[in-house]
């Protein structure tokens, strides 16, 4: 899917999709008296059965706050969450734990980074990110460039949902200091090319931000080669615990930036004169941090590396292309982002339906899609809509899941024909 997603793992062969859903209760159940069919993951996924078991686990034999050093408990609990945080370092190819900051997830790391680049920012400064951006990758950096003078600069996006490469090289130029990228997008599913949109800032000096959100539930990035400075994602899209999220930063700029928050465990020594900062990655981590959830993404990306990665992205593709076979059996639908490449994601509008009618019409059938603007507004008025249905599958989903995703749009279609 994605040429550096190759798994680092040494998974079961091939991809059993049944065998999979049984790790996952919530799927089994009946909604609206028919079968579940959860299609809205990129809103939020669903959790396997190991990481119920790896928090509920720690509070039943191990909780009590990290880092005190003072008990067994304290000690328990501090190693689940250390090693926790080299999972996910592992997870990312980062070099070092010092470069994994747990947050409460994407956003929060976003508002990290800008705030922490602040100082760096002028009057003229360029900020570049793309219209395909999600709110949390906008606004933070609106806010940043009120405060500083610098400007936010939006790189245009075809009509096919693929970032407009002209667009972004005639933008990056003498005054950009700061490239911050979706890897892929949540309203499109498009997977942007940012390795080599990373090298040609890079070779600027410019500092460059990509939000992996929608990326890391479907292929596993690998921060050295893609050699950005910082890769932001949330645990609960990637099948763990909502309440954490990981941030990987280049260790270099990390020590330079100031801390975004301040209180307990973020610093050195306190006094009235003077207060001197923690060692990384704790100079970013004020007060008692989600330490069960960071256990929960812990397990999660575990359970990810038993799989057989090259198997279960192949899986997703075929459900994105039975998906878009079935296109044209529905009415006067139309799909919003067809990218060449792409994740599993199918926003779309049908002729003469308001996207929430088709979100509440399939939710009856026992069906879960999102309707709305996405959080990425500016993207809804590029495509002239006030908002979209999206199906956005995951690797547990089945092809049965898709066709009847179809069946349901035909008669909801015909409904109001
Ligand atoms: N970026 C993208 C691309 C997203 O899809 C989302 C969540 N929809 C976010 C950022 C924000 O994630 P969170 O709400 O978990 O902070």
Known sequence: MNDLSMARTAPKAGFDVNAVRRDFPILSQQVNGKPLVYLDNGASAQKPLTVLDAMDRYYREMHSNVHRGAHTLGDRATTAFEGARETVRAFLNAGSTEEIIWTRGTTEAINLIANGLAARLKPGDEILLSHMEHHANIVPWQMIAERTGATVIPIQVTPAGELDLDSFNSLLGEKTRVLALTHVSNVLGTINPVASLIKQAKARGVITVIDGAQAVPHFQPDVQALGCDFYMFSAHKLFGPTGVGALYGRKQLLEEI???????????????????????????????????????????????????????????????????????????MQVIGTAKHKVPVMSFKIEGLHPSDIGTLLDQQGIAIRTGHHCAMPLMDFYGVPGTARASFAFYNTIAEVEQLFTALQKVQRLFA
Do not use: C, H
Request: hydrophobic content about 40%.
């Open 258 to 332: 100031p801390p975004y928050q301040g209180g307990g465990e973020m610093i050195e020594r306190v006094t009235f004169d003077r207060t001197t900062w923690n060692v990384l990655p704790y100079k970013f981590e004020a007060g008692t941090p989600p330490i069960a959830e960071a256990v929960g993404l812990g397990a999660a990306i575990e359970y990810l590396g038993g799989l057989d990665r090259a198997a279960m992205e192949a899986s997703e593709e075929a459900l994105l292309t039975r998906a878009n076979e079935l296109v044209e059996t529905v009415p006067g």
